[in-house]
């Protein structure tokens, strides 16, 4: 049952991109009211206490947000939450009342352009189609419905070829493609080296959260670092799997992003009354991992933590065959394609991941807007582009909360400004100019659907105790 050799290149390279592990206005679900507290000191017609649909994007009139954030979290707006409907009418009424104007690069009267940063060519290349697809889907339902601030959203595809080079070739063309901001969903030395050109520049950034939170200036993320998703596996651990007071073992694949959630596993899980008896560091490709699973099985230990991708295909495996019964869990390998090559042997595993499974709403609302836009698939095949649908649906509260005519630096200040955002396909985050990487929820998944995807077993929590 152990995976092809492709199947583990690709795991690694997906893994890397997806670890910390990638709107519709005419979704039919509830909106959650969102409030964002829009940039006052560029002039740009904003206003404070603008209602964000989390679903769409879309600005909202108080009335209009069906299930208002909770006021006591650091919400701006009226006790519910919401901002107060004069104040929302308010916001209507003067971005009716005022003109598009061209305010920034990548700005005019009738269209907003955002830059694409993925590896579209590469060994990555079918992966970031299908996500692309996702954002794709996104850009023709907020077009369709008006656009944003009555501005096109256009969508500009820039290859960074997944090499660290590439990476900075392609935030030199995001620079002079007229753009004015950035996505990067995936890579991995590529990200790094994108995004740190792009922050250099001043161009405001969306990526997926790398090792370890780097603090950019003018970048933001969704999704949690795999340091984050460490801390969060310890009290999930030590939590919902019983784990105070028990043996834990801890195998990852020596590489930066497994190894960071193992180094921040292993203390917290202790502090938390974990016994974590065994750590074991093993090796891409590595053929047989039977050595340090039977010293975990004689050090008796009964949770078994993996921080991998495709090895955990042979580490899972190789548990089995030892007949070595240890619960088994971890961060990094809850990607459908693991199970789906794996099928059974998977059966019972659990673990987190920074983003909703195929068996939630969010997913089955997804899946109605690609086959309305006639990229329809089987949901076995569909991940990469529900995370990247996802990402699309933060782009747009973002490109709410910078005001009718955004600069770059209302783009920030928005951004730090949004608060407990759930477009249920990420785990809610709130922004704020001391982080900007946001959101330290997790989604509990466990193996498996009927057709081998991870399937839901909670909601995302903060902490899962």
């Known amino acids: 049952m152990g995976a092809s050799s492709r199947t583990r290149r690709q795991g690694r390279a997906v893994a890397a991109a997806l670890l910390p592990l990638l709107a ?8 959650n009211g969102v409030t964002v507290a829009a940039n006052r000191e560029t002039g740009n017609g904003a206003a404070s206490g603008v209602v964000v649909d989390a679903q769409t994007g879309e600005a909202l009139a108080a009335g209009r947000a069906a299930a208002p954030g909770p006021g006591s979290d650091g919400v701006a707006g009226g006790a519910d939450g919401v901002a ?17 104007q061209a305010s920034a690069p990548g700005v005019t009267e009738d269209r907003v ?33 008006g656009g944003i601030h009555g501005r096109q959203v256009v969508l500009k595809k820039v290859d960074h070829k997944e090499t660290a080079d590439g990476g900075v070739a392609a935030c030199k063309e995001a620079l002079s493609n007229g753009s004015f901001v950035a996505m990067v969903p995936e890579g991995v030395e590529a990200t790094l080296t994108a995004v740190s050109c792009l922050d250099a520049a001043g161009m405001p950034t969306f990526y997926y959260a790398p090792t370890v939170d780097p603090s950019w200036r003018y970048a933001f993320s969704n999704t949690p670092t795999s340091e984050q998703g460490g801390h969060q596996l310890a009290s999930y651990v030590a939590g919902p799997l019983g784990g105070r007071g028990t043996k834990v073992g801890v195998v990852y694949v020596n590489q930066a992003s497994y190894k960071a959630a193992a180094d921040a596993f292993v203390p917290e899980a202790r502090r938390l009354g974990v016994d974590v008896a065994v750590v074991e560091a093993v090796e891409p490709n590595q053929a047989s991992f039977a050595a340090p699973l039977l010293r ?23 548990a089995r ?11 990094g ?3 459908d394609f693991i199970t ?11 673990g987190l991941r920074g983003f909703a499974a195929t068996d939630s709403a969010a997913f089955a609302q997804y899946a109605e807007r690609m086959a309305t836009r006639g990229r329809g698939r089987d949901r076995v095949d569909d991940l990469e582009g529900f995370t990247a649908y996802g990402h699309g649906l ?72």
Request: glycine share 8%; proline share 4%; hydrophobic share 45%.
């Open 84 to 100: 107060a409907t004069s104040t929302a009418d308010a916001v209507v009424t003067e971005a009716a009342a005022t003109a598009n």
């Open 340 to 350: 789906a090559a794996a099928r059974d042997l998977f059966t019972g595993v659990t």
């Open 296 to 318: 975990m099985q004689e050090a008796g230990v009964e949770i078994v933590v993996i921080s991998a991708t495709a090895e955990a295909i042979g580490i899972v495996r190789d």
């Open 321 to 331: 065959s030892l007949g070595y019964d240890a619960a088994i869990t971890g961060w």
């Open 394 to 465: 933060t782009i747009g509260a973002v490109l709410w909360a910078a005001g009718q005519n955004p600069t770059r630096a209302s783009v920030v200040s928005g951004s730090e400004s949004i608060r407990d955002f759930d477009n249920g396909v990420m785990a809610p985050f709130s922004w704020t100019p001391d982080d900007h990487v946001g959101v330290h929820g997790t989604f509990p998944i466990v193996c498996c659907n009927d057709d081998y995807t991870w399937k839901t077993a909670g909601p995302p929590a903060t902490h899962h105790r």
């Open 333 to 335: 390998f809850q990607f």
């Open 113 to 145: 352009v955002v830059s694409v940063i993925a590896g579209f060519s590469g060994p990555l290349a079918a992966m970031v189609t299908r996500a692309y697809d996702g954002l794709a889907t996104w850009m023709d339902d907020v077009n369709e419905s």
């Open 24 to 31: 519709a206005c005419s979704v039919s679900t509830p909106r």
